[in-house]
């Protein structure tokens, strides 16, 4: 059902066209696409983005940046909610000044943007924070998203009450599956260990595969940035179970996209932040986590001294786990939609 017929959800602050779709004027800038006005700027970026898309196809790599990522499932959300979005749509925007807009991407959108209009930001690469104290001070960025608590509270000091929370939607596929006792794998490893890794590859990865081997748990492995999206969707529909290494998440699509599948997922979550530019700046009370969005329906968390215990528990418990569930009530499609519109619309209102 289209957004403006749901008596529930409505944002009369918002503008309609004649079939009440409320306009959302969406921005990306980064890798895979250019904010560029015009029809020459628009002809310039599609085509580098079809180009981009082919090449890292060719070459078996990940075509999509997680930001990028996260701004298409916004836009299929808007427009599955029956929004009228349009992307890097300078005319429309300069036509309403006043009119709220939404950015993402990498920082280069805040500069490639120059616009009037209130801004809400995200998801997006803020910066170091002697970036992010800038970007924030401008008056037009109203709010700046963040896609968990966690990653809220990095960021406070630096951003203030701009700061808002907001998970993108997971649409993967979410209908009939093999049963998990069907499945001929038991483990999908998703190696996303991104610092040491001459340390922490023997410490976690070596350590969990060989726990593995002597449990007599088959497993196959994949490393972020080495697969394409058909392999990680193939993968998921031979295993059983995820196993996640990753340090640290804001969001976590890929297992969340397992979850949505249906598959349970056991993480490897120290609570440890690593990332040693990030560091520098954190506050030592500050706990991130490596599955932001998780209950005890998803599966279950260990850290790496107490994985020989927490596996066979988590392998006595296999059926019992309903992570599409979880995903249905917090990550749907449905409720991005309606938060982000709520935030959106809010500066309709104020500006």
């Given at each position: 059902m289209a957004l403006a017929e749901r008596e529930t959800m409505?944002?009369?602050?918002?503008?309609?066209?004649?079939?009440?779709?409320?306009?959302v004027l969406l921005f990306y800038h980064g890798y895979e696409r250019y904010a560029l006005p015009g029809v020459g700027g628009s002809l310039y970026s599609n085509g580098r983005r079809i180009a981009r898309y082919a090449w890292r196809s060719l070459r078996r790599r990940q075509v999509h940046t997680g930001f990028y990522t996260a701004f298409l499932s916004l836009v299929r959300s808007l427009r599955a909610a029956g929004c009228?979005?349009?992307i890097n749509d300078f005319a429309a925007a300069r036509a309403r000044p006043h009119y709220p807009i939404g950015l993402a991407g990498y920082p280069g959108v805040i500069e490639a943007v120059d616009l009037p209009n209130p801004v809400v930001f995200g998801h997006g690469d803020l910066g170091l924070?002697?970036?992010?104290?800038?970007i924030a001070g401008q008056e037009r960025m109203r709010i700046l998203i963040q896609?968990?608590?966690w990653a809220v509270d990095y960021n406070r000091p630096y951003c203030g009450d701009k700061l808002r929370v907001w998970p993108a939607g997971v649409d993967r596929y979410t209908g009939p599956q093999m049963?998990?006792?069907?499945?001929?794998?038991?483990?999908?490893i998703y190696d996303k260990i991104r610092?040491?890794?001459?340390?922490?590859?023997?410490e976690v990865l070596d350590r969990v595969t060989e726990r593995l081997d002597k449990a007599g748990r088959s497993h196959r492995v994949l490393r972020y940035g080495g697969h394409i999206r058909s392999d990680y969707d193939s993968a998921l529909k031979e295993c059983r179970a995820l196993l996640f290494l990753c340090e640290h998440e804001t969001q976590g699509l890929a297992y969340q996209e397992a979850m949505a599948a249906n598959v349970p997922v056991l993480a490897w979550d120290e609570g440890e932040l690593v990332d040693p530019i990030l560091r520098r700046f954190a506050s030592p009370k500050l706990t991130v986590s490596s599955v932001p969005y998780f209950d005890e329906r998803c599966g279950m968390t260990f850290r790496i001294d107490d994985f020989e215990d927490v596996l066979p528990l988590f392998w006595s418990r296999l059926g019992s786990f309903e992570p599409r569930a979880y995903m249905n009530e917090r990550l749907s499609m449905e409720r991005a939609a309606t938060d982000y519109l709520a935030l959106y619309s809010s500066l309709a209102v104020t500006c």
């Open positions: 409505p944002f009369p602050a918002l503008e309609t066209d004649v079939s009440g779709a409320p306009l009228n979005v349009r924070p002697d970036r992010t104290v800038q896609p968990c608590q049963a998990l006792a069907d499945k001929p794998v038991d483990f999908l610092w040491h890794r001459d340390q922490r590859v023997p």
